[in-house]
């Protein structure tokens, strides 16, 4: 749905699903961004934050966020603390239209290519 512009649905739909592990919230909080509810967003960023300090929070899902608000920089920051450390939820970063805002950003193919991912 939000890759569809369905930001509203998207949000309804992630919520009836109840869980609201770092993967999935953080999806809202990208949802918000692009929504243009910023203040949502980073409402979202400082729950993580918090989630982060009782437990592991991979960076893509910071990473997502700041896409959703426009912010290249720090989701490109995130995303090289996530390859620092390995983050499992790279694995998606070809797949995922959640990264297609970063696509053509030579960052993002720099990136791709040291993950290791096929031209």
């Keep these: ?3 569809q512009g369905q930001f509203q649905e998207a ?3 992630l919520k009836k699903a ?3 592990t770092a993967e999935p919230y953080a999806t809202i909080g990208y949802v918000y961004g692009r929504m243009g509810r910023a203040a ?5 960023i400082a ?5 982060s300090r009782k437990g592991y929070v991979a960076p ?3 990473a997502k966020i700041y896409i959703g608000l426009g912010d290249k920089d720090q989701a490109f920051a995130w995303l090289e603390k996530g390859y620092q450390r390995r983050d499992f939820w790279l694995s998606f970063l070809k797949g995922d239209p959640i990264f297609d805002s970063l696509r053509s950003d030579p960052r993002f193919q720099d990136l791709v290519r040291r993950i ?3 031209q």
């Design 40 to 44: 949502d967003a980073r409402n979202v």
């Design 11 to 13: 949000v309804e739909e």
């Design 116 to 118: 290791g991912f096929p």
């Design 1 to 3: 749905l939000a890759a």
């Design 18 to 20: 109840g869980d609201f």
């Design 60 to 62: 893509t899902n910071f």
């Design 47 to 51: 729950d993580l934050q918090e989630q």
